[in-house]
């Protein structure tokens, strides 16, 4: 096992495993390296400068490349942990959600507006308010309940009648029921004029 590549970070989850470097850098040619005639040294650097940026880069980028290794095992560590201790993204979600109803709940904003809809719902005017409705739904309810018990009772009357006689159109002008609503018909056209 190569020292070298071996990682030796003691709280890494990767302690004492060699760490691949073979999407490294470093074997990437680099503009302006020794040999390389593509661009030229930039005025006031030296070739041994030149070089020994060279080697700091490849170094720097094989730094990078084992801290991203690094992060990437961490990240997995700390994934496992949450699931071992039940920190699923939903119950996250749930627990960010509670919290900030919470803080919605203590904010200024919130209560001021919680005292103000209660001011109102003491109000006489809400009171009285609030029985006036309650009246007319109780009225509008019970009126209701009479027009449909007559609609019943009206639609009973028709159905002692055979299918045969309440599909001819003479026989059903004979009806009581009939009748009964030509003459309120007629009641309502001459109040009417």
Request: charged share 25%; glycine share 4%; aromatic share 4%.
């Amino acid at each position: 096992m190569d020292a070298e590549s071996q990682d030796i970070n003691l709280s890494s989850p990767n302690k004492g495993l060699v760490v691949d470097q073979s999407d490294c850098l470093s074997d990437v040619p680099v503009e302006g390296a020794m040999g390389s005639s593509v661009t030229p040294l930039p005025p006031g650097l030296t070739e041994q400068k030149a070089e020994e940026f060279r080697t700091e880069l490849s170094k720097v980028e094989e730094e990078i490349n084992t801290l991203r290794h690094v992060l990437s095992a961490k990240e997995k560590h700390a994934t496992e942990l949450r699931r071992k201790l039940g920190l699923t993204p939903l119950n996250e979600l749930k627990q960010n959600l509670t919290k900030s109803w919470q803080d919605v709940q203590t904010s200024n904003a919130y209560l001021s507006a919680s005292a103000t809809l209660d001011d109102i719902a003491r109000s006489e005017a809400y009171k009285k308010t609030q029985e006036t409705l309650s009246q007319a739904g109780q009225k509008t309810s019970a009126a209701l309940s009479t027009v449909g018990t007559a609609i019943s009772r009206r639609l009973g009357d028709m159905s002692n009648y055979s299918i045969r006689h309440s599909i001819s159109m003479p026989a059903m002008r004979n009806s009581a029921t009939f009748k009964s609503f030509e003459d309120k018909v007629g009641n309502l056209k001459n109040d009417q004029i």
